[in-house]
């Protein structure tokens, strides 16, 4: 399965703010998703980021909150913008690979906004 | 858009005996039913998967069944060991390849 890295693994950021998570895949996939696993809960798609066009977001979830980057086949970002409490959670990309399109997910960033 | 439910929320079994999670799904275009195991503070493993051509797989003591007509499909685990303690999810994705919806997990306690 593909190693998948992100950055940073963790960080502690002030409301109001914007942080900006890294997403590198050690080899070239087609696609790549962002996720949101908020304390205690399960993992929410929040969009697929699709190289060379727009991403595309998951209802409930909007460009100008986190916009996403993909500017080739190894790697994403994804950016939390104007940070909430709420916005603190664990945030994961993952990566369809193989045959079946196995999913397989990143360390995650876990952010809390104070 | 799809639907998965995951039942039961929290599973409490004695070491030895067997486990078994199970999920509902609404769309019927979902083909392929991965399940993945989490470890506190850690990410999501794909542990056993099964797409919907195939009734049940097995991996060692996990096993995955499929039910398609009725849309259900189950992770079995038997003679549980306490390093099976997790949290289970199920998920279900079709058409968009890789893009998965999850369960709301189900939190597995081995007592020795």
């Not at chain 2, 929290?10 to 275009?29: F, N, P």
Request: aromatic share 8%; proline share 5%; hydrophobic share 30%.
């Amino acid at each position: 399965s593909a190693v998948i890295s992100q950055k940073p693994s963790r960080d502690i950021c002030q409301r109001g703010t914007s942080l900006t998570i890294q997403c590198q895949v050690d080899s070239q996939v087609t696609m790549m998703f962002w996720y949101r696993q908020q304390p205690g809960q399960s993992l929410t798609l929040i969009a697929t980021a699709n190289q060379g066009s727009e991403a595309t977001y998951e209802s409930g979830f909007v460009i100008d909150k986190f916009p996403i980057s993909r500017p080739n086949l190894t790697f994403s970002t994804l950016t939390v913008s104007n940070m909430s409490p709420e916005d603190s959670s664990i945030y994961l990309c993952s990566v369809g690979q193989g045959f079946l399109n196995e999913q397989f997910f990143g360390p995650g960033t876990r952010l809390t906004v104070l | 858009g799809e639907n998965v439910e995951q039942h039961p929320s929290t599973l409490s079994v004695q070491e030895g005996d067997s486990a078994v999670i199970k999920c509902t799904y609404s769309d019927s275009a979902s083909n392929y039913f991965p399940w993945y195991k989490q470890e506190l503070g850690k990410r999501p493993q794909l542990i056993i998967d099964i797409r919907s051509n195939v009734g049940e797989k097995k991996d060692q003591r996990i096993a995955v069944t499929l039910n398609k007509t009725a849309k259900h499909f189950s992770l079995h685990i038997t003679e549980t060991q306490p390093e099976d303690s997790a949290v289970y999810f199920c998920a279900a994705s079709g058409a968009d390849a890789g893009k998965s919806t999850f369960g709301d997990g189900t939190t597995l306690t081995v007592k020795p």
